[in-house]
């Protein structure tokens, strides 16, 4: 049944397919007619414009405006104006119908129409094929069936609108094929998705297209106008763009015999690889076709999103198009006519000629100092030799022409000359020089963007509107010279920031204001809060500080300069008196000694900040500091003979000039080993106590009375406040980094060295002397052919591989040799090896391996086999010889072959291949060309980073690394040129171009892109510019560096400028083809014009010797003398190219020498092998020794007898195993000699002879005696065996809770620094130790629950019953706010640092002297979490205190929790008022009470037992924690009969039960007698309770407290004092 349909279904398709080709040839013919069968076309073809909705209102009948549209193209042409408005009404009803049709379909669908994928379910459940794996055929049967059964009533209302031309929404879906037809179009439209299904009907759908006019609408009105042949012309251009885009969808398999079916099929599975098409192609987005143009409300969104191009960002993550270098940044780069590198650098505004000469003494200045060797000549070379050439150097950098340093430093050497004070020429400026240059210039640009900065907010302070009546501008800084003269002499980062600090310190309220009147300031999440130095300067004591008479700038002039300039003069009276003139209530300085100690944080600020005061302190630690070295616990351990931080393990006191001057990159060590945590460093000046004595000296007087010693004693406390707490960490840290940076810089300058010496090497040249026939061909090949072989492990289980490759570097052969290493029959891969040589002639055998057996099995072998190539003496082989090249045979380093076997870029090139042999094939590559190969390293992933390219390259940052290593690499490329036709045909080859002067990776991608789309060839330097490749700044930087060879021509008939593989400029091509001219007297203008250095490729044949004739110094001087050129030494390189063009300078590549060849065979070096001790192995037992082996590295050894370790037992036997040291390596024989004697190798001697050896000079050898006897005096602890757990967060440290308590402590770890650690509860708890203030220190519980594993981290973690989802939300929301509050706290006015008997006294102190209640909050040591609130009350006999505990959501007091300090003060004082108040009333209460029981028992009047007689102490409130305001004995009047209270208790006394008394005696006395009533009178009544809380007084039901009472039951356990009453006057002052 299904097959019926289908046919049905595809019979209709035909036949509609065929009325589509008719209405097609009608509606060209009609067009040719003039229009006259424009009707008809309209009809139809508004027939298949309907939408879907048309299938259910078909029946509809049209109206008489609908007929009206349904006119011929000329007569609404002729009507158009009349009718216009008459239009604007029935567009308007038709676009309301076709929305009703629109949502009418939308509901149906929505209630009965399955999905694409429910349908294909469906069919597959019955056996049927998919609709849309036939290019969606389904759908459009559907669709053009609502053509036909619409085409009565769409058509006539569309009719108007075909006939202006528009676009259809039906042609549109089949003319794009952008969309798919079905019920989502809209957001396939919306996503901008490519329909990868194409139809199966291309040819008949092309031809149905043309019979359509399309249109946009916004192109309507003008198409109006349009004649015959502009539609026709147009319909054209449409078809050719649609032609295009459907060559993504049609079937590419076709040429492989795949069907359609199975090609549709296929793309439905894996997709056709077009999702992304629609962003890759570029086009004009005013062209789109878009679908159902103006038909609904909606397609007008449709079009307007359409419209927007389609970016890389919406298809790519970020991070992988910045790998690939396609942002935005990247066009421009690449597309500017600025060298790359120097746009990746930073741009520094134009510079004067004041500027330019200042920062060329800078610059001599700093090279002078760098450079150590005296025989350099930069150094020989007179002041003015210098400078003049480092001026032209940056004036080459800083000018339109932008050159390079390879460029400089090749043409542009007679600019650069040095000369000595003689006028002798001792050199030119070299490379490295250059290089020196160029890092100085961007530090001195980066040094004067500060400058500027600094400078302009001087002059914006100065000239601000807003700060005309600041004071301190006014009469301080518009007058202030010192910073002027302070900015203009900076020479250093330092310095500007000296001079920043100094602003910052003494304008910061103007800074402030500036800032934000420029609108920089940027908004804050938190208010700023004022620095203390600048609250203690807006409430006047800065006044006071100035009574010190201390002048800083002077002071600091009179130290730097060691000259008695500055004598202060001392008040007639004592600091703390003058100090009480400056107090101000209600804030920080509310005593004369906090007066006294903000002034001096004060001028110890204003000291500390002094620019002339910070470089004399930073001078002097540069020349005098000694840097002593000492491990840490954990260093003491891990840091032994053998690790590599051991020579300085204990260093004592070491000069810094010896650590810059000898041990140029020991402190990179030493700085790496404390960030590691294994030493601590610490640098200070020997003669310290000196260097403070004389400040000392110079900020106080020579005045000796009682009140001069006072003074003077307040300014010495400023000095050493602002030097041992603010300067002299300060400093430390600039030489720490300082000396960190220079020795960054030494180790960055021999790891490119390390790489230029293994670049310096040439391709394989093969040794033609002795070749019996001259070849030609081999003559001009460019490489080697090359095999490689390598059996890896030596494993006899796996195989060998050869690889042969020929001279482009392209594998020609392979071959895998399994049966290499068997004795007997190996002759099968030694036949092939030689048939592999012989087929392809290769040149040169080089071999690798990763062990001995490389050396031991596979190289006797491979010799055996080339000897074999001339032992047939036979004619017939005699007649071959001309086609056998015997090849060399070599073994070089591997370092470059063993990362490449697995690297991204091998595996890429090679899927198919094992890693071995993509190891013979980088092996084979660096044979035939190393500085190619390493310079493929240097890509995105910097796989040149993984060699070993330094032993110490690993304390260099990679940023710092990857400049040296590129640095190593553009000297060598620009020395030795690119061939530039190799770069573009050979991807393998193209990495060197990126380090050409001028380029960088993204103009190299673009250069060879251009190449290659314009003849895959370039033919001479000069189409670099005619083909728009680069411009003429990259032209003139780049253009020597790349080579024309010949070769690559050598089949046509193209004529090459010999020039152009020459070092020769293109600028000086005259002047070579004129030297060449004279040296052949030819006349200069006689030069072919098609081949104008053809005269010089004659030269060269034949007799380039005639150019040593030419007087060049003259040559020169003409020249100097017509152009003003500087050309000579210049010419002599020209003479040299025209000589040996492209001369290689590098060494001949033979074989690497042993030292090398050993450790890559044996991964040992001789540091790691002589005097280390070793495990053995005994192999065999000779008379008069032993032979062994290492374990380790299979490297054979001998033991003498005489050396061997002595015992009771025989001697040793084959296959024992022992200790031996190792006393001599020959690496030649690939043997080391063993000493096993037991005095040397279980004594530890070899050990201790290390030591010695590794020993600095300056290492303190006593100290490390003392901690070995320590170490054996204190007993060995067992460590628990405990895994160590491992979380991934910053804050992470496995240690204790005394290490973290340690690395906590000190003035460097700010309040709030945090260590999660492991908690002592078991692998289910974590630990947070912060630090609250300098030590307190609290640690957080953390409780793991749903965990993995015992080991990974919760996936919910609780604090107290609280639950956070990971370590970060506890830091964000529980530990951060209670540190902040505890910040907030320390800076209240009520804050005190003393202890808690010093704060007693000061509010003892306080209350006294302002006759009111003081309060005051202080830390507290024993509790972490809180503070102590510490008040005293007016008239009382002593203070008390309260917890305030810190919680995340602010200050808990009394159960109560308050956002603020403020609001938690204000609601105490409430209750301490309301408390005392109710405490008054209740004991006038029981006055009056006592007052009437004593009348009645004066009266006579019921019993008065004793209890109740005794008389009255006036009522007071509880003590510490007691419930303020609870009554001590009037409570008792609550009950019938209660008469009296209680007596009065004794200070101090516990409120649990009387002084003295039990407690069942006490129970029996406050028991009221018989008969009196109450809870707990008559039979049964309860006693008093055990378990009541010791707050309680009182026997009384806990129900009958008052509610005050009953809250405050359980505070604190002090005792409040008992007070006689209220105070008469107020309680706080506010």
Not at 1355 to 1372: P, R, S, W
Request: hydrophobic share 35%; charged share 35%.
């Amino acid at each position: 049944m299904s097959d019926e349909s289908d046919l049905d279904m595809d019979f209709d398709e035909e036949k509609r397919e065929k009325e589509e080709d008719d209405d097609n040839k009608d509606s060209n013919q009609a067009e040719q007619n003039g229009g006259s069968g424009s009707k008809k076309k309209s009809s139809r073809r508004v027939a298949a414009d309907s939408d879907d909705s048309s299938v259910e209102d078909s029946d509809e009948e049209m109206t008489e405006a609908d007929k009206k549209f349904i006119v011929d193209d000329e007569e609404v042409s002729d009507n158009n104006e009349d009718d216009e408005d008459e239009d604007e009404d029935l567009d308007a009803k038709r676009r309301a119908r076709e929305q009703r049709k629109l949502l009418k379909r939308k509901q149906r669908e929505e209630e009965e129409d399955l999905d694409e994928d429910d349908m294909d379910l469906i069919n597959e459940n019955y056996g049927r094929s998919s609709g849309r794996k036939k290019g969606g055929r389904l759908k459009l049967k559907k669709l053009n069936r609502v053509v036909d059964d619409d085409s009565d009533g769409a058509a006539a209302s569309q009719s108007r609108k075909a006939g202006q031309g528009s676009r259809s929404r039906l042609d549109d879906m089949f003319e794009e094929d952008e969309t798919p037809v079905d019920d989502d179009r809209e957001g396939a439209a919306k996503s901008g998705k490519v329909d990868r299904r194409a139809p199966a009907y291309d040819s008949d759908d092309e031809e149905s297209d043309d019979g359509f006019v399309v249109d946009d609408d916004e192109g309507q009105e003008d198409r109006e106008d349009e004649t015959d042949r502009d539609r026709e012309e147009r319909r054209q251009r449409q078809k050719e763009e649609r032609k295009k885009e459907r060559q993504f969808t049609r079937n590419l398999g076709q040429q492989y015999g795949i069907s359609d079916d199975v090609w549709h099929e296929i793309n439905d599975l894996f997709g056709d690889g077009s999702d992304y098409d629609y962003a890759l192609i570029q086009r004009d987005m005013s062209k789109v076709r878009l679908d159902a143009v103006d038909l609904e409300n909606e397609d007008d969104d449709y079009e307007t999103e359409s419209k927007k191009p389609v970016k890389l960002t919406d298809i790519y993550e970020p991070s992988e198009i910045a790998e690939r270098m396609l942002t935005d940044e990247d066009e421009v780069i690449r597309l500017k006519d600025v060298p790359e590198r120097f746009q990746l650098c930073p741009e520094f505004p134009p510079q004067s000629e004041e500027d330019l000469a200042r920062e060329v003494t800078h610059i001599e200045s700093s090279l002078l100092a760098a450079i150590t060797d005296r025989s350099h000549p930069f150094t020989q070379a007179s002041p003015t030799s210098r400078q003049s050439a480092i001026t032209k150097v940056l004036k080459f950098f800083h000018g339109e022409d932008k050159f390079e340093v390879p460029f400089i430093a090749l043409h542009r050497k007679d600019h650069i000359t040095l000369v000595d004070r003689d006028a002798q020429f001792v050199g030119t400026l070299d490379r490295v020089t250059l290089w020196k240059i160029w890092d100085l210039d961007i530090a001195y640009g980066a040094l004067e963007v500060k400058r500027k900065a600094c400078r302009n907010l001087i002059t914006e302070l100065r000239t601000s509107p807003e700060l005309l009546g600041s004071s301190a501008v006014q009469s301080v800084l518009l007058n202030d010279s010192y910073i002027d003269d302070m900015l203009r002499t900076a020479k250093s980062l330092e310095d500007v920031a000296d001079v920043m600090a100094y602003l910052q310190l003494y304008y910061s309220e103007e800074i402030r204001k500036v800032e934000e009147s420029k609108g920089r300031r940027r908004e804050q999440k938190r208010a700023m809060r004022r620095s203390e130095y600048a609250e203690a300067k807006r409430l006047g004591i800065g006044e006071f500080v100035k009574l010190f008479g201390v002048d800083v700038k002077t002071f600091s002039e009179s130290i730097s300069l060691m000259r008695a300039l500055h004598s202060p003069e001392d008040l007639l009276e004592e600091p703390l008196d003058t100090a009480m003139k400056f107090v101000v209530e209600k804030s920080a300085f509310s005593n004369e000694q906090k007066v006294i100690e903000a002034a001096r944080m004060m001028l110890a600020h204003q000291i500390s900040v002094d620019p002339t005061f910070r470089r004399f302190l930073r001078k002097v630690y540069a020349d005098d500091a000694v840097v002593t070295v000492t491990p840490t616990e954990r260093g003491k351990r891990e840091i032994t003979p053998l690790h590599p931080y051991y020579p300085f393990k204990y260093l004592k006191e070491k000069p810094a000039h010896k650590l810059i001057e000898v041990d140029r990159m020991q402190y990179l060590q030493i700085h790496k080993a404390e960030t590691e945590g294994l030493v601590t460093v610490r640098v200070f000046v020997e003669e310290e106590a000196n260097l403070l004595e004389d400040i000392v000296r110079n900020i106080t007087n020579d005045f000796s009375s009682e009140l001069a010693e006072r003074w003077n004693d307040e300014r010495r406390r400023c000095a050493e406040k602002a030097t041992k707490e603010i300067i002299f960490p300060t400093v430390v840290k600039w030489f720490k980094e300082t000396m960190a940076a220079k020795a960054a810089e030494v180790l960055m300058d021999e790891c490119r060295a390390a790489l230029e010496k293994k670049l310096d090497v040439q391709p394989f040249r093969r040794d033609t002397s002795q070749d019996e026939f001259e070849d030609e061909e081999e003559a001009n090949r460019s490489h080697a052919r090359v095999m490689a072989l390598s059996w890896g492990e030596g494993d006899p289980k796996e195989a060998a591989f050869a690889i042969c490759i020929d001279e482009h570097g392209r594998v020609c052969k392979t071959a895998k040799l399994s049966q290499l290493h068997m004795r007997d029959i190996k002759r099968q891969d030694h036949d092939a090896i030689l048939a592999i040589l012989r087929e392809f002639r290769v040149e040169v055998i080089v071999m690798g391996g990763f062990t001995l057996s490389t050396k031991t099995r596979l190289l006797p072998d491979i010799v055996d086999s080339l000897e074999r190539i001339y032992d047939d003496t036979s004619d017939r082989r005699s007649s071959r010889r001309r086609d056998i090249i015997k090849p060399s045979l070599i073994m070089v380093e591997d370092d470059v072959a063993r990362l490449s076997m697995n690297s991204k870029r091998y595996v890429k090139e090679f899927p198919d291949y094992p890693p071995l042999a993509r190891y013979c094939i980088s092996l084979a590559r660096r044979v035939q060309d190393t500085l190619l190969e390493f310079a493929s390293l240097y890509n995105a992933d910097f796989e040149i980073g993984l060699l070993s390219i330094h032993p110490l390259q690993r304390l260099l940052p990679d940023d710092k690394l990857k400049i040296a290593l590129e640095r190593a690499i553009i000297n060598t490329v620009n020395q030795n040129g690119v061939d530039i036709n190799d770069a573009a045909s050979l991807p393998h080859r193209s990495g060197t171009l990126q380090f050409v002067s001028g380029l960088g990776p993204r103009k190299a991608g673009f250069i060879i892109n251009r190449i290659n789309k314009t003849g895959g060839k370039l033919e001479s330097r000069s189409e670099l510019i005619t083909k728009k490749m680069v411009g003429r700044v990259i032209f003139m930087n780049a253009a020597s560096f790349i080579k024309i060879h010949r070769r690559h021509f050598k089949r046509t008939n193209t004529i090459l400028d010999v020039l152009d593989n020459t070092r020769i400029h293109p600028e000086d091509y005259d002047i070579a083809r004129k030297m060449a001219a004279g040296a052949m007297d030819l006349d200069e203008n006689a030069f072919d014009p098609d081949d104008p250095s053809g005269h010089i490729l004659e030269l060269m044949d034949d007799h380039p010797e005639r150019l040593n004739n030419l007087m060049l110094d003259d040559f020169a001087e003409e020249l100097f003398r017509t152009s003003q050129d500087l050309k000579r030494l210049t010419l002599r390189d020209i003479k040299d190219e025209i000589i040996q063009p492209y001369y290689d300078f590098r060494a001949r590549l033979t074989m690497t020498d042993v030292e090398k060849i050993f450790t890559m065979l044996t991964g040992e070096t001789e540091e790691s092998l002589l005097g280390m001790c070793v495990s053995c192995q005994l192999v065999k037992v000779f008379d008069r020794f032993y032979k062994c082996r290492l374990t380790s590295s299979g490297l054979d050894a001998n033991l003498q007898l005489n050396a061997a370790p002595v015992s009771n037992d025989n001697r040793l036997k084959e296959n024992d195993t022992f200790q031996a040291v190792v006393t001599r390596i020959e690496m030649k024989e690939f043997k080391v000699e063993l000493d096993a004697r037991e005095e040397t190798v279980a004594s530890g001697k070899w050990l201790n002879d290390l030591s010695i050896k590794l020993r600095d000079k300056q290492f303190d050898v006593g100290l490390e005696m003392d901690d070995k006897e320590k170490k054996t005096v204190q007993p060995k602890v067992v460590p628990k065996q405990k895994r160590t757990r491992t979380i991934n967060h910053p804050f992470w440290k496995n240690c204790s809770y005394e290490e973290a308590i340690s690395e906590l402590t000190g003035p460097s770890v700010r309040s709030g620094s945090l260590i999660i650690r492991p908690s002592t509860k078991g692998n289910d708890h974590i630990c947070i130790t912060w630090k609250v203030d300098e030590g307190v220190f609290q640690h957080i519980d953390i409780l793991e629950t749903n965990k993995d594993n015992e080991w990974t981290l919760g996936k919910t973690l609780m604090i107290e019953g609280k639950k956070f989802d990971d370590l970060e939300e506890i830091v964000a929301m529980y530990v951060e706010p209670m540190a902040q509050h505890f910040a907030d706290a320390r800076k209240h006015v009520k804050f005190q640092s003393g202890s808690l008997d010093d704060t007693f006294r000061f509010v003892d102190r306080e209350m006294r002297s302002k006759k009111r209640s003081s309060y005051a909050i202080i830390n507290c040591p024993n509790k972490p979490q809180c503070m102590y609130l510490v008040f005293q009350h007016v008239d009382k006999s002593s203070a008390r205190h309260e917890y305030i505990t810190i919680v995340p959501d602010g200050f808990k007091f009394r159960n109560m929790v308050y956002k603020s300090l403020d609001k938690l003060f204000d609601a105490f004082k409430k209750q301490e008022a309301a408390r005392m108040k109710d405490a008054a009333a209740t004991a006038a209460k029981a006055r009056a009470a006592a007052a009437q029981n004593q009348q009645r028992a004066q009266g006579g009047g019921g019993a008065n037992p004793a209890y109740f007689a005794r008389p009255q102490a006036p009522v007071a409130s509880s003590g510490g924690g007691g419930p303020p305001g609870m009554r001590s004995g009037p409570g008792m009047s609550q009950y019938p009969g209660a008469t009296g209270g209680l007596p009065q208790r004794p200070m101090g006394a516990s409120y649990s039960m009387p002084q003295g008394m039990p407690y069942g005696q006490q129970q029996q006395q406050m028991q009221p007698p018989p008969g009196m009533g109450g809870w707990n009178s008559g039979p049964g009544a309860p006693m008093m309770r055990p378990n009541m809380p010791s707050q309680m007084g009182l026997p009384v039901r806990p129900s009958a407290l008052p509610p005050q009472q009953q809250q405050h039951q359980q505070q604190g356990q002090m005792g409040y004092r008992q007070q006689p009453g209220p105070p008469s006057n107020g309680y706080y002052g506010r």
